[in-house]
């Protein structure tokens, strides 16, 4: 019985001795095994994980390693479990937790800094110094779940309380998953500049961090809202969510197109969320004078960038990392105000026995699927879900 001291936990959450968890071996080398149910410490909570969403970044570190780091170094053959975008059940209680009950239903952060270094006493705990150097024999408080520690492709985690956000029992487990992805956009424009009502944004590439970048921005107010890619399916959910104008940058020059719209100047934002080769000086040519830049994705090799133009026209340029500053909260609180629908970017659903066929899809995009979720608990059948 998982009965371990000074955990509080309740007979109406049974918990098992062990779990079913996927393991990361050699590159895009998963094995469904059996792990001990984990312990949460002080300020820690054990989570039942009902839900978990396949991002991009879960396909990278699967298939290349970075940018997770285990104990300092490489994720694989570490009986390391990946996966980051989940929500759950409260289940056990670390000693010392009163924030949370048992049974309480959670959305989750990936990031908890250390709280000691430089960047965590600022507020930046995405950009913590502590970074991979784990809970084990080199403790220092840093946890980032399906990044420096065990992640969500299991049926338990455990998560720091400074991570969690507390959800309505009518927000559903797929639309919670969601809310990591939206809180990225979110961490984006506030660093950009906060507010931005009145005030301009580009969206480039409609990915699920694009996509909710427009519906979080136009929640903000900014006006015009506008979206460039290349598939006119996704530029349609950009539209659904938001935009006022899509681009299809296949079909015309993307820089151009976004001045003309705008009144033959640049904006004020640009929100960069396609890692392509040219996506930087694109950007720097669709901001005015002054104007800011987000930078939200990883490029698949370092990219030639025009300094001198950024330089010329005062141009500020941001790399974010993950949803910082508490950004999963506020938007936690724009999708239970439906203030916009997260769900439209949720395409497919899998049992998580069959996670090795829901990345196959997330990382080939078949059938148009954009934001893959994999339930723990419920029906064993693959089910799709149409963005309506």
Avoid at 78 to 102: C, S
Avoid at 148 to 164: K, P, S, V
Avoid at 271 to 298: K, T
Avoid at 336 to 356: E, G, I, N, S, W
Wanted: net charge negative; charged share 25%.
């Amino acid at each position: 019985m998982y009965e371990p001291d000074h955990v509080k936990t309740s007979p109406d959450f049974p918990i098992p001795e062990t779990m079913r968890a996927w393991v990361l071996g050699d590159p895009d080398q998963l094995t469904l095994t059996k792990k001990p149910v984990p312990v949460p410490k002080r300020a820690e909570v054990l989570v039942r994980i009902d839900a978990v969403a396949i991002c991009a970044t879960d396909l990278e570190i699967i298939h290349h390693g970075p940018p997770a780091s285990i104990l300092g170094g490489m994720p694989f053959n570490k009986n390391f479990t990946p996966g980051h975008e989940y929500m759950g059940t409260v289940v056990a209680l670390g000693q010392g937790v009163d924030e949370y009950r048992i049974g309480q239903r959670v959305t989750v952060e990936i990031h908890a800094g250390c709280g000691q270094c430089k960047r965590c006493r600022e507020g930046m705990y995405t950009a913590c110094h502590n970074y991979g150097l784990n809970y084990g024999d080199v403790d220092k408080g840093h946890r980032a779940n399906g990044f420096t520690t065990d992640g969500g492709f299991a049926e338990y985690a455990i998560n720091n309380i400074n991570t969690l956000v507390p959800i309505s029992d009518e927000m559903s487990d797929e639309e919670a998953t969601l809310v990591v992805t939206a809180g990225t956009a979110m961490y984006g424009l506030t660093e950009l500049g906060g507010l931005v009502a009145g005030e301009s944004v580009v969206v480039t590439g409609p990915g699920p961090i694009g996509l909710l970048g427009v519906a979080v921005a136009k929640a903000l107010g900014a006006s015009p809202v506008i979206l460039t890619g290349t598939r006119d399916n996704r530029l349609q959910i950009g539209k659904e969510l938001g935009a006022d104008y899509v681009i299809n940058a296949k079909k015309e020059d993307p820089v151009e197109a976004v001045r003309k719209l705008n009144g033959g100047k640049g904006v004020d934002y640009v929100v960069e969320c396609s890692g392509a080769p040219e996506a930087v000086n694109e950007a720097a040519r669709m901001v005015n004078r002054g104007g800011r830049i987000c930078l939200a994705a990883f490029p698949g090799k370092p990219a030639e960038v025009d300094i001198a133009h950024i330089v010329r026209n005062n141009i500020y340029v941001y790399g974010i990392r993950g949803e910082g500053k508490s950004a999963t909260h506020r938007a936690e609180a724009f999708m239970a105000q439906k203030r916009f629908d997260a769900t439209k970017v949720h395409t497919h659903t899998f049992a998580l026995d069959d996670l090795p066929t829901a990345l196959k899809y997330a990382r080939e995009r078949i059938e148009d699927a954009i934001k893959v979720v994999v339930k723990t608990h419920g029906h064993a059948a693959l089910s799709r879900v149409a963005a309506e």
